[in-house]
Structures are given as structure tokens and as C-alpha cells.
T-cell receptor, first 111, second 113 residues
Framework: SQKIEQNSEALNIQEGKTATLTCNYT??????LQWYRQDPGRGPVFLLL?????KEKRKERLKVTFDTTLKQSLFHITASQPADSATYLC??????????FGKGTRLSVIA | DARVTQTPRHKVTEMGQEVTMRCQPI?????VFWYRQTMMQGLELLAY????????DSGMPKDRFSAEMPDATLATLKIQPSEPRDSAVYFC???????????FGPGTRLTVL
């Protein structure tokens, strides 16, 4: 069955450093991958989408890579700030099927 | 700024009671999803609709859960009878298509005592 793993439940990082979150998947051939941010008490909010034929996507301090050979996506936040503290979810999509979400990684950026 | 709305935001009820959660999707989105989120399981897809027609509800317990879209501006999720294990946050999301970006509501935090 399809399986999505996000590298860890929680990640602590010092302010100013680059945070790197990992999303691995098995038994799936996604056409694209999305990353969402979720703050406590709120619903997930879409951040970035990357397609299978794209190696990298950037948006401000965010960078996403997608390696279909390794079956992995990396999500980077450069120059991290305490305001970046949240849970980040990856979601895989293919064809005419709904997204499949990972459980998320809770990021804490310490000042 | 268009957004998905959900009511109620919080619900505390006793075991055996009926619970109804409501969602207003973004106007123009033809796909609506219901999710349940817990610490243990993460975000679980319960059911989804396209153009108000249910496409798949295999993610929810059929004997107690039901999901409907009486019209394009309202989706409902009912639990009858509710059980303590149903305690979770329930999210509604809508999107332009089934596989597109999803826009989530603020969620309903349900506690069943």
C-alpha cells in the first residue's frame, strides 16, 4: 500500500540556519508533490507544488526538490525565523485521485 | 478573500449523541473533502465529493458516519451515535479539481465524553 514518511515528528533548529525537512514515499508514482504549513488550531495552508519533471522549485526563502528516483522530496527554509515554527505536511498527487498526506514534521525555530 | 468556513469550531458532546458538522466551500470549487486529524493517525481522508456527488466515502465508518452535500454551498458530516474514539479535529477542504491544491477550513474540534 502507499506509504509516505516525513523524516521526523519534530525538528529543532537555531534561528538563521537552514531547516531541511524530508518526505519519502513508497508504492506510489506521484505526478506532483505539494507542501503545506499548519499552525496550531488552524487548517493546513498550501505553500508550494512541484511536478515530477521539475527538479527544484523556489519561493522566497523556501526551496523544494523532487527526486523521483530516490522517491524523495526535500523542503528547505533558509534563514529560518521563529515565525517559521509550524507543522509542515507533504502531500502526493497523481492523475484523478485525491492527495495523500504525510503525518507532518513539527518545526521549532529557536531564537 | 475567499475561504472555507466550518461550524461549529468546537463541540463537546456525550457518547451516543448525534453530531453534525457543517462546511461552506469556496464558491466555484467543485470538489469538497472531509478529513479527520489526530496525533496518532495524522490527516485521514474520510470522504469527498465532486459537483456535489459523493465519489468515495470508504475512509469513514459507514455504520455511524454520513456525509452529504445538500447544495453547492453546504457540506455536512454527521456522526450518529458518537463515540469517544471519534474525538479529533475534523477538517473540510475544497479545491477546483480533485487533484488540485486544497483549501482547508479552520476545523471542528470534537470531544466525545
Amino acid at each position: 500500500s502507499q506509504k509516505i514518511e516525513q523524516n521526523s515528528e519534530a525538528l529543532n533548529i537555531q534561528e538563521g540556519k537552514t531547516a531541511t525537512l524530508t518526505c519519502n514515499y513508497t508504492n506510489y508514482s506521484p505526478a506532483y508533490l505539494q507542501w503545506y504549513r499548519q499552525d496550531p488550531g488552524r487548517g493546513p495552508v498550501f505553500l508550494l507544488l512541484i511536478r515530477e519533471n521539475e527538479k527544484e522549485k523556489r519561493k522566497e526563502r523556501l526551496k523544494v526538490t523532487f527526486d523521483t528516483t530516490l522517491k524523495q522530496s526535500l523542503f528547505h527554509i533558509t534563514a529560518s525565523q521563529p515565525a517559521d515554527s509550524a507543522t509542515y505536511l507533504c502531500a502526493l498527487g497523481a492523475g484523478n485521485t485525491p492527495l495523500v498526506f504525510g503525518k507532518g514534521t513539527r518545526l521549532s525555530v529557536i531564537a | 478573500d475567499a475561504r472555507v468556513t466550518q461550524t461549529p469550531r468546537h463541540k463537546v458532546t456525550e457518547m451516543g449523541q448525534e453530531v453534525t458538522m457543517r462546511c461552506q466551500p469556496i464558491l466555484g470549487h467543485n470538489t469538497v473533502f472531509w478529513y479527520r486529524q489526530t496525533m496518532m493517525q495524522g490527516l485521514e481522508l474520510l470522504a469527498y465529493f465532486r459537483n456535489r456527488a459523493p465519489l468515495d466515502d470508504s475512509g469513514m465508518p459507514k455504520d455511524r458516519f454520513s456525509a452529504e452535500m445538500p447544495d453547492a454551498t453546504l457540506a455536512t458530516l454527521k456522526i450518529q451515535p458518537s463515540e469517544p474514539r471519534d474525538s479529533a479535529v475534523y477538517f473540510c477542504a475544497s479545491g477546483p479539481t480533485l487533484s488540485d491544491t486544497q483549501y482547508f477550513g479552520p476545523g471542528t474540534r470534537l470531544t466525545v465524553l
